[in-house]
Structures are given as C-alpha cells and as structure tokens.
C-alpha cells in the first residue's frame, strides 16, 4: 500500500468506525471521517489528529440523498479520489420489532451503504477497496430454505434484492412476515441484504478492478454490542482494517471474520 492512500469511513465519530480510522491512519492512510453530527464528527477528528494532514472530517447521513450529495462534492473538490470506502455505519433498534423500527434499520443497515457506494463510484479506480460492516447475524441461515434460495440465487439482480428488502418491510407491517419465512430481527435481515448486495457489487465492479467485501467484525464492546460483549474494539476494528488494505488481486465478494471466510 502507497502512503497517502485515501480512505472514507461512515459512522466514524465512535466505535469501530472512530478505531478503524485509528488504525488506517496507523497504516500510512489520509482518513476521512464521516458522520450525520457535525460536532460529533468534528471532535472525533480532533482526537485523532496528531497535527499532521492525515485526518479529515465531513457531515454524511447515509440516510439522506442530499447530505451525499453534498459530500461527494466536497469529496470532488478537496479530494478528488478515494482508495477505500467503509461502510460502518448503522443501527440496530433494540426492544422493538414493527414496521417503522425494521423500515429505519433496512434504510440505514442496507440502503445507506447502497447509496452512498453508489454515489462515491466515480472516485474509485483499479485496486479500490470497499468494505461493507456487516455481522454473523446476516447469516441466511435465519432465513428459511425459500427465502434463502431467493437470496441465494446467481441470477439474482439489484432490483429483485432491493425488492427483498423492502417485502420484508412490508410483511412486519400487516404480520405476514414469520408465515412468510422472515425472522424477527431487521437487523439481521438488513445484514443478510448487505451481504447479498457485496456479493452483487463484486461482479459489477470487478472490470474495473474495485474489490468489494463484507465483514464480520465479531460482538464487539461498542454502544451497539453493549459491554458485555466479549471482543474489544481493537480486534474488531483490525477486522475490518484487514479487507480494507487489501492488495490488488485480492479477494472479492466475499464475507470474512478476521481475514478468514465465512459461510453467506
């Protein structure tokens, strides 16, 4: 990796988005850290920086068109290109299960990475890396056999994903969804969707020579995982930063947990 690659984070103001552009700066990389709070993010930017030019910070709410908009062309202007994009961030509603909580956790977990690796395309080039933040919990096996087959299958195509997750929605709204095949977890179902849109970005991409790869970073001590989680963030960050300093002729289109494949 040459130094001075450069490298966008969403959710980056804490957690493992803030440590995984710890450990990228670490790694010779101009980091930008991206989050929907200008403060937030603006501070996390200043504990990072060390007085040097490697850290920079931007507002992006991946849940809202025109605050990508507006970064891709703050990114245009100051940047001009990326060499890696992580998509951190997330949310995972706990004790609730209904359709305006499972409509947000798809929007965020699913849609938001789709729209802004969308809209940060043109900035990336032979030998880009994009890693999705995803987790076990998407695994299809919390799908049942029809529903994974669907997700599952080589013809599957963005619109008919795209659909998927949206059927879901739909189904925890009129109660349809366990008779359907769904579980009662939209993250879950929102991460099984990530991963199926890696696998897709990967074949789409792949002329180009854009790596795109999904990750599992493990239960992790954050605000989402709670501080009975066994892993720290450090490991779990290293996870991530692992397919984010992938060498061209890397892997792609694929779900991995500390550098080792896992089944979709």
């Not at 990389?29 to 007085?51: K, P, Y």
Request: charged share 25%; aromatic share 6%.
């Amino acid at each position: 990796m040459e130094k001075h690659e450069i490298a966008v984070v969403t959710g980056a103001n804490k957690g493992l988005g803030f440590e995984t552009c710890r450990q990228l700066k670490e790694a010779g990389m101009h980091v930008i850290l991206t989050g929907r709070d200008e403060e937030r993010v603006r501070n996390a930017a200043q504990r990072l920086h060390t007085g040097s030019s490697d850290v920079s910070w931007a507002v992006l709410d991946v849940q809202d068109t025109a605050s990508i908009s507006m970064f891709a062309e703050e990114l245009r202007g100051k940047w001009g290109k990326i060499d890696v994009l992580v998509n951190n961030a997330g949310v995972s509603v706990i004790g609730r299960f209904d359709e305006p909580s499972a409509e947000l956790t798809i929007d965020t977990n699913f849609f938001g990475p789709l729209r802004v690796t969308d809209a940060l395309l043109p900035f990336m080039s032979k030998g880009s890396r994009i890693v999705m933040v995803s987790s076990g919990m998407g695994q299809l096996s919390c799908l049942s056999n029809e529903l994974r087959r669907r997700f599952e299958s080589p013809d599957l195509t963005r619109d008919e994903l795209t659909g998927l997750m949206r059927e879901f929605v739909r189904s925890v709204g009129d109660g349809t969804y366990s008779r359907k095949g769904w579980p009662s977890s939209a993250y879950s179902v929102s991460k099984a969707g990530l991963n199926m849109l890696t696998r897709l970005l990967s074949k789409e991409l792949a002329p180009g020579g854009i790596m795109v790869n999904s990750v599992h970073p493990g239960w992790v001590r954050t605000d989402m995982g709670g501080p009975s989680a066994p892993r720290d963030i450090v490991a779990g960050a290293k996870s991530i930063v692992w397919a984010a300093l992938l060498q061209s002729k890397g892997p792609s289109g694929g779900f991995f947990h500390d550098g080792k494949p896992m089944q979709w």
